[in-house]
């Protein structure tokens, strides 16, 4: 039996019963890091083995560390890019073209209402050309308009490889959302997934993704008509819509009106 303090034990007493050459000792201590005393080495177990299975039961686990954060040179390099993108706009465009910017010190009148995706790939003002004060623009996931500023011409721009439009059409009927807002967001769009799927079968998913780019479109454009001034607009012939792809692989646009 183990005592229960050092001065319980008898001095010298054997652990267990033979020869106590190069047997461990026992103190009155119970907990592994102070119950073994270490004797020198002999005919038993070595210090080192000893050394080596306590120190890997006491081990901690190992944790792999947390990433860094960005360090704040990125940071600094990433704002720093904005302000030289200011610059370089400042004196390369504004100051170039008083006759664009002076008018619209004193206001706005755009001939144009483009939605677009909000893909970092596809933004409509460099890829129309449209120069400030031409269009009111609408950026938002797989350029989406949900049913119900005068303008003449409203224009709904989809794209090639759009992640949206593979959200929409991966979508399950049913099944819990694994995109959250995005999942909800691109349910707008579930007419023109429906159709592709019953039109378009026994396309692969890509090829079924890029017929949706188009149909999204259509749908959205179908919402518009929704709105009242849109659809008074429209059937007085003082508004136009109008639908767009832009295919950034092939480099190529389209419009088409429904």
């Known amino acids: 039996m183990f005592a229960s303090n050092p001065g319980d034990q008898p ?16 103190s009155g201590c119970l907990c592994l890091p102070c119950c073994y005393k270490k004797s020198p080495p002999g005919n038993g177990e070595s210090p080192a083995a000893i050394d080596s299975s306590s120190s890997s039961l006491l081990q901690k686990p190992t944790y792999p560390p947390p990433p860094p954060p960005p360090s704040s040179s990125k940071m600094d390099a990433a704002v720093e890019r904005l302000k030289t993108g200011f610059e370089k706009f400042k004196t390369e465009v504004y100051d170039k073209k008083p006759d664009v910017f002076e008018p619209l010190k004193a206001g706005q009148a755009p001939k144009y209402m483009v939605f677009a995706c909000a893909d970092s790939r596809v933004c409509p003002s460099v890829t129309l050309g449209l120069e400030p004060g031409e269009a009111f ?35 399950k009927d049913g099944a819990d959302d694994s995109f959250h807002f995005v999942e909800d967001w691109v349910r707008i769009g579930f007419p023109a997934k429906k159709k592709v799927q019953t039109e378009c079968a026994s396309m692969p998913f890509d090829d079924q993704c890029a017929v949706l780019e188009k149909e999204a479109v259509n749908v959205s454009l179908e919402n518009l008509k929704t709105y009242p001034f849109v659809k008074e607009g429209v059937a007085n012939g003082t508004l136009k819509l109008v639908g767009g792809h832009y295919d950034f692989v092939s480099g190529k646009f389209d419009t088409w009106e429904l």
Do not use: F, W
Not at 160 to 170: E, H, N, T, V
């Open 137 to 171: 623009t609408v950026r938002n996931i797989a350029n989406m308009v949900p049913s119900y500023c005068k303008v003449e011409v409203i224009v709904v721009i989809g794209h090639s490889r759009c992640g949206g439009i593979k959200a929409l059409l991966s979508l």
């Open 11 to 26: 001095k010298g007493q054997k652990v267990r019963g033979g020869d106590t050459s190069g047997e461990e000792k026992m």
